[in-house]
């Protein structure tokens, strides 16, 4: 909240869609002059005891005075929000919530009216965290209520609500005082608020038991056919109307006319009409009130301008309806789950039913999707392409999923992101209860060129969506190929607890060939145990290999793998085993598939057994139809390797402590910036001088060298004296960024002299590099010995927001390039997968002799830096390098420090 106080422009939105927690969407904005008559229909629609809980007597009528009152607000002195259904002159207020100001101008006394027949839905809670999101722009801190002892419904919202309260009971009355400022239980509610309304959007759709297909056809190869068809054969466990104004049946089913016609409530209305016909259609479904809507329909934002102009109309209608709608332009829905059987899609083919979730931006992908996953025998829960995403997205679906007892694996096709910050939050929840695999289209590098920073040139490209997924444990996959590996493993297999891996194979190649993958893929593949290999050597051949792979030779019978099975299975010392077959004449691949899937059956361990049968896709098909026992087999060794280290990744994922935000005691962040010399560098635009960067860092408890300011010679000599020899001078700009390339920077100095000298040849290169306007001096610094040269730094990326970065420092940063980022804010869980990136890790702990460095000093130093991120978003980019981590015990100092500001419009 204090970060929108300062970021966000006091010119409020026209509208806010908001989500009950029935699932139903909802317009809220702000009250306007022309609302009297709306406001009037609101008042006498209410009934008498609303109207009394609300004003505390029996009041019967409203004056225009009152009106005018009420409709004619300013703030920050009165404020309302309206929430409304319908547009133009059908447009209805359904909820009102406002503030007053009190006198002393930072706190505001707050009523709120729910319509009748839609309370208990909501819309209270809604109303006040718009409210006080809206308040605290303008400085307020604190809402004031009174509120009837008997007015429980208003109570409830105050009490859930996660802000601090004060209550003083006085007459029947509630006098509640809500504390704005205190916002950490209030955002877990309001989250889990959300991912409860969300949910049940998703679900109103997934789930509906009576569905309208508005466009059916008597053709089956058209989409309005096929997808009618669809229904039908898949054996939907509701009831379907088709709605078709020139049929009278469709595949043997009575035809209606229009969407009136169909008798009873309508929860779902599949609309697949020419797109010039939609928003009409649209209309007719909210006078039906029909519950929500998947419109397959192309030829809107995708179509050129007059597709934009049409999905902005389409956009504008549903929001004024409160329709929740997965589309257009999409191939539609299917749940797959036994007591649903919804195929809403028009897909050729229908995958088996099983636990694993998709979600897919393109419908043509979708198609390929769902034949493949039948293909190779994988079995479905639920599929959603939701195509231009107007309204239900990927973070609507992972709400759902979270909590859907079906879905046990998430599969995620992404071409661009909505809301990526909120993606990052509700992914980060989910992916601690199921895996999430994305694959995140449009890799290609943007933005390189006019990154000034460090820090900019290294986040620019695809960096920031593999920050926000490995931030958010999402499994970040290439291709299709390996997204469906992996979600072989996931949806059939146990995680890992570990990396050890053993392999079974009939033949040394393959197993070499995965063994090597494994080692380049931080799988460990170590010699099995002495009583192992004695169990081994008790069946096998003396030809065999019993070390690790185990090479069972190509003779070896279907009855030596399952024994050799069962004796790893039983080891210890194993976390993971991949079995290998390769089809010699003499043994049948059926034969081993029931020899292998014969232990698995019994096996009643939690170790993941990933099997690799190097057979045509043909073959392997057969395979995993008619074995016996279930089994996955892949392909390739390499592949069933990259699956399983991908398991392995996010169960180290899992086990990793999800960590919380740290707060610094006497860190006070608007007594940092009411300080006249940050307000100061804080109105101009651009890189503040080196000096108020490195002070901003000390008074986020970041430890930074003493620096001195000279605008002569003579001053600098008589600085550095101050200081100590040798020192270091660094030329004194807000414009220029890289010191080094044009000779600003001069080490070593160890007498007056030589920082004589180094002024005026430092003076003489700046000039003869065109930069002598941009000089404003020098600035010295004492020469810290020792330390390991670390950066850390902060670029705003448009869509994720901050990203942070740690890695190796000094000037050849951006050519070694070993870089960890990671999604602000930081978490102290955070500070370790950043630092357990790096390559060069092992220079802090010790390397070679080294003295430890003091990794702790370091961790703390990235939450400051965080934290500083946070309170200040007029950053927009900000560079520590080099950072010198010290020995252990000794902490850091930040050398040179680079902030470049961007003021709020």
Known sequence: MAVEKKIINEEQPESIEVIL??????????????????????????????????????????????????TEVSPPGRYAYVATVGEGASELIVAVGRWDMLPDGKRAEVAFTVEDNIQLRG????????????????????????????????????????????????EGVYSINIDLKDQEEYEKRQAYREHIARSAGVKRLLCPHRVAVIGASRNPDSVGGALFRNLLKDGFNGVVFPINPKADSIAGVLAYPSIYDAPGDIDLAIIVVPSEQVLDVVDQCARKNVGGLVIITA?????????????????????SYGMRVIGPNCLGILNNTPDIRLNGTFSPVTPPSGNLSIGSQSGALGLALLDHAKSINLGISSFVSFGNRIDISTNDLLEYWEDDKNTDVI????????????????ARRVSHKKPIIAVKAGRSKVGAAAATSHTG???????????????????RVTTIEEMFNAAEVLTHQPLPRGSRVGILTNAGGPGVLAADA???????????????????????????????????????????????LSVMLEDPEIDSIIVIYIPPLVTKPEDVADAVGGVLSSYIGDKPVVTCFMMSQVALADIRKNARYPLRPFVFPEDAVQALSLAYSYSQYREMEEGSIVKFPGLNAEKIRSAPWVMEALKKKGWMMPEESLGLLREYGINAVDTRIANSAEEAALQAEKLGFPVVMKV?????????????????????????????????????????????????????????????????????????????????????????????????????????????????????????????????????????VEDFPEIDQIEINPLLVLEEGNGSVAVDVRIYVRPPL
């Not at 008559?37 to 609300?54: A, G, I, V």
């Not at 902060?794 to 951006?814: A, C, K, N, R, Y």
């Open 21 to 70: 927690r029935n699932g139903q969407s909802l317009r809220i904005r702000p009250i306007r002059p022309d609302d009297k008559k709306r406001l009037e229909d609101f008042f006498y629609r209410l009934s008498p005891r609303t109207r009394y809980l609300r004003f505390q007597y029996a009041k019967e009528h409203i004056t225009e005075e009152e009106l005018k009152y009420f």
């Open 123 to 170: 819309l209270g809670t809604v109303l006040l965290e718009e409210l006080s999101k809206a308040a605290f722009l303008y400085g307020i801190t604190a809402f004031e209520a009174q509120v009837l002892q008997e007015n429980t419904r208003m109570l409830e919202v105050f009490d859930e609500s996660g802000f601090r309260l004060k209550k003083h009971f006085s």
């Open 299 to 319: 030829g809107f934002g995708e179509a050129g301008p007059e597709g934009k102009d049409r999905e902005r109309k389409l956009k504008e209608k549903l929001l």
């Open 411 to 426: 599969v995620l096709y992404q071409e661009s992101f909505g809301e990526a910050r909120k993606f990052g939050r509700i």
């Open 457 to 475: 040139a290294l986040a620019a490209s695809d960096v920031a969506v593999d920050a926000l997924f490995r931030h958010a444990g999402v499994i």
């Open 518 to 564: 494994a080692e380049g893929l931080g799988l460990k593949v170590t010699p099995l145990s002495a009583l192992t290999q004695a169990k081994l050597r008790e069946f096998l051949p003396k030809a065999a290999a019993v070390t690790n792979p185990v090479d069972m030779i190509a003779t070896a019978p279907p009855e030596s793998y399952k024994k050799a």
């Open 732 to 868: 004194r700009s807000a414009r220029i960024v890289h010191k080094t390339d044009v000779g600003g920077i001069a080490v070593g100095l160890r007498d007056p002299d030589e920082v004589k000298k180094a002024f005026s040849l430092m003076k003489l290169k700046i000039e003869s590099a065109g930069f002598a306007e941009d000089m404003q001096g020098v600035i010295l610094q004492p020469m810290v010995k020792g330390g390991q040269e670390m950066i850390v730094g902060m670029s705003q990326d448009p869509l994720f927001g901050p990203l942070i970065m740690i890695g190796l420092g000094g000037i050849q940063v951006e050519l070694i390039k070993d870089v960890a980022f990671s999604i602000h804010p930081l978490r102290d869980a955070d500070t370790d997968r950043m630092l357990g990136q790096l390559k060069s890790l092992p220079l802090l702990q010790g390397w070679r002799g080294r003295p430890s460095a003091d990794i702790k000093a370091l961790k703390e130093t990235l939450l400051r830096f965080s934290s500083l």
